[in-house]
């Protein structure tokens, strides 16, 4: 049952005037059409006005006039200027209609909010959270329980994005638990989970994708160029450590105390008897023994099939079957044979990478370990599996209806997600198509190479650029695939490694994620913010989580700069700085 709501308070600060211009924006579902609509009047404006973006790519050019001097970098055009391309036209109409699911569909959100909400709805349906939050709650250190979720959440990305539907709810509740304001424990760990995106101790499949496109970008300069996937490793270790220590001053100095002023009546657990009342029943106590020895089986099947060579998750990439073709998860577009690949043909998508072969259709492998590609199963099964033998040891199981509901519960309540992504998946689909994308990232690009600013101050300015660029193309992989090509190469000129602007790319799009609406898991976060106060809005949540993207912006970045002045690599074999390549 959602908690009273606090009386309405006077705005007495900044973030209060900014929640409440936040919550004057119409509800999410409404903003992501009318945001849609925005771009398919721009395009067609911007056609029929003619505007035009001139791709360009850095090059060393020796200056006739003064042979003795040093060849100089320049911007020369590259390919033809690129043009909207309206979707008020009958083609553009055509595929707004005819892509319309397509988009939806293939949101990479979908499948985990769908598949893994089943488990973890039942999971909570049937009472297993509350009883492990019950029995966390006394043991939790009151003073390391911030920094501990956000160390957690920092460290994530390895579940790829399971750990925004998991780490929330979970650290809501435990700070329920123990008497201090749910809505901080939400924060917290929505900030180390978004805000360390680019972080953390153990590489990703992400990191593997980011390496692809640093090395073919370094390879514009230098052919022989290699980068490695742990190129940023020891600088993402060190990130995950400023992360918490941000995420846990912001929260413990600035967000509970807020929240404790003006929404105290959010807050339960303040009964001095409230740790006695938690406490287990013999029961459940039983049941959740049981429930956590079920996991830990689980967990040690899935990582000795990951382990262990010759087991089905061990190793990179996906098996051949006997027919040669391999499995993935998205077929490959097919293009006519013989025919030329246009210039557009291929739109990055996050996951899996998608390869153009032409006459025939082809199915590719996707990057990164295979394990990665089991990672949502593995969710939906270590906690339905649980859940359900919580479930039958309490009693809360006793019939096939029982089952069914805990079943349905996590959809239940996903369904408004999914209504809002079906419109968040439209604009962003619309911005690719229509071009706006790549052209608002070239014009940024030209921006910046025309400031001629040192590198300490050219890892700030890139760092702005992609905050502003993840506004209008929130996905990591697929801005970096377009920004990747003009910046690294670049930034190589003037002697900035290819590990270097990775490392201020995963500053920028990090800190956006927290705030940015169009991070489709922002909308899950909101959903639970809801739980405890029913009438909070896309504003609410974004003037919440503002303190963590303002400061973790700035002590990353000056890490990162700090980082630059110590000379030291920012992981095996990866410089900071590169001599200019002729």
Do not use: C
């Not at 001139?54 to 970098?73: F, K, M, N, S, T």
């Not at 749910?182 to 760990?189: C, E, F």
């Not at 008897?273 to 899935?302: H, W």
């Not at 006519?336 to 043909?345: L, Q, S, T």
Request: proline letters at 9%; aromatic letters at 8%; charged letters at 10%.
């Amino acid at each position: 049952m959602p908690i009273p709501r606090q009386p309405g308070h006077p705005r007495r600060g900044p973030l209060d005037w900014i929640e409440w211009a936040g919550n004057r924006l119409p509800e999410p579902t409404l903003l992501f059409a009318l945001l849609a609509l925005a771009v398919i009047v721009l395009s067609a404006l911007g056609a029929a006005l003619g505007w035009q973006v001139q791709p360009v790519e850095p090059v060393l050019q020796l200056d006739p006039a003064a042979p003795g001097l040093p060849p100089e970098l320049v911007l020369v055009p590259q390919g033809a200027p690129l043009e909207p391309r309206s979707l008020l036209t009958v083609e553009g109409i055509y595929w707004m209609l005819s892509s319309m699911l397509r988009n939806f569909a293939e949101q990479p959100a979908l499948p985990l909010i769908f598949v893994a909400m089943i488990g973890i709805g039942a999971a909570e349906r049937l009472g297993l959270f509350a009883a492990l939050m019950r029995w966390l709650a006394p043991m939790t250190p009151m003073h390391l329980l911030t920094p501990a979720v956000v160390f957690i959440g920092a460290n994530s990305a390895i579940t790829a994005g399971a750990s925004y539907i998991i780490l929330p709810p979970l650290a809501a509740a435990l700070y329920l638990a123990v008497g201090r304001h749910p809505v901080a424990g939400l924060a917290a760990a929505f900030a180390g989970v978004a805000g360390g995106f680019g972080a953390g101790f153990f590489p990703t499949g992400t990191d593997a994708v980011l390496t692809g496109f640093a090395q073919d970008a370094a390879r514009v300069i230098d052919p022989g160029y290699t980068v490695t996937i742990l190129h940023n490793y020891w600088f993402t270790m060190a990130s995950s450590v400023v992360v918490m220590l941000g995420g846990w001053w912001v929260t413990d100095r600035i967000i509970e105390p807020r929240l404790n002023r003006l929404h105290a009546a959010e807050r339960q657990g303040d009964d001095p008897d409230t740790l006695r009342k938690m406490a287990l029943s013999p029961r459940e106590r039983q049941g959740l023994f049981a429930a956590l020895l079920t996991a830990a089986a689980i967990l040690a099947v899935f990582l000795a099939m990951v382990l262990l060579p010759g087991a089905p998750l061990h190793g990179d990439g996906q098996p051949r079957l006997a027919n040669d073709r391999v499995l993935a998860q998205q077929a490959v577009q097919v293009l006519p044979a013989g025919g030329p690949v246009a210039a557009d043909a291929v739109v990055l998508a996050d996951d899996p990478l998608t390869v153009v072969a032409q006459g025939a259709p082809r199915l590719t492998e996707s990057p990164g370990p295979r394990w990665s590609q089991a990672i949502v199963p593995f969710i939906l099964i270590i906690f339905l599996v649980p859940g359900l033998v919580y479930g039958v040891i309490t009693r809360q199981l006793r019939s096939q209806i029982d089952l069914s509901e805990a079943l349905m519960q996590g959809v239940r309540d996903v369904v408004p997600v999914l209504v809002i992504l079906f419109f968040l998946a439209q604009f962003i689909a619309f911005m690719a198509y229509s071009g706006l994308d790549r052209m608002l990232a070239y014009s940024g690009g030209s921006l910046l190479f025309g400031a001629d600013l040192p590198i300490p101050l050219l890892i700030v300015a890139f760092v702005l650029v992609v905050v502003f660029g993840d506004f209008v193309m929130p996905g990591m992989l697929s801005k970096f695939g377009v920004m990747a090509p003009i910046f690294i190469p670049m930034f190589m000129i003037v002697g900035m490694s290819p590990e270097l602007t990775t490392a201020a790319y995963r500053i920028g799009d990090s800190v956006v994620n927290i705030i940015t609406p169009l991070n489709s898991y922002l909308l899950i976060v909101l959903a639970v913010l809801q739980k405890y106060r029913p009438r909070a809005g896309v504003g609410t949540l974004i003037a919440l989580m503002l303190p963590y993207s303002l400061v973790l912006g700035l002590f990353w970045t000056a890490l990162l700069v700090g980082w630059y002045f110590t000379g030291l690599p920012l992981g095996p074999g990866a410089p900071l700085l590169l001599a200019p390549g002729p």
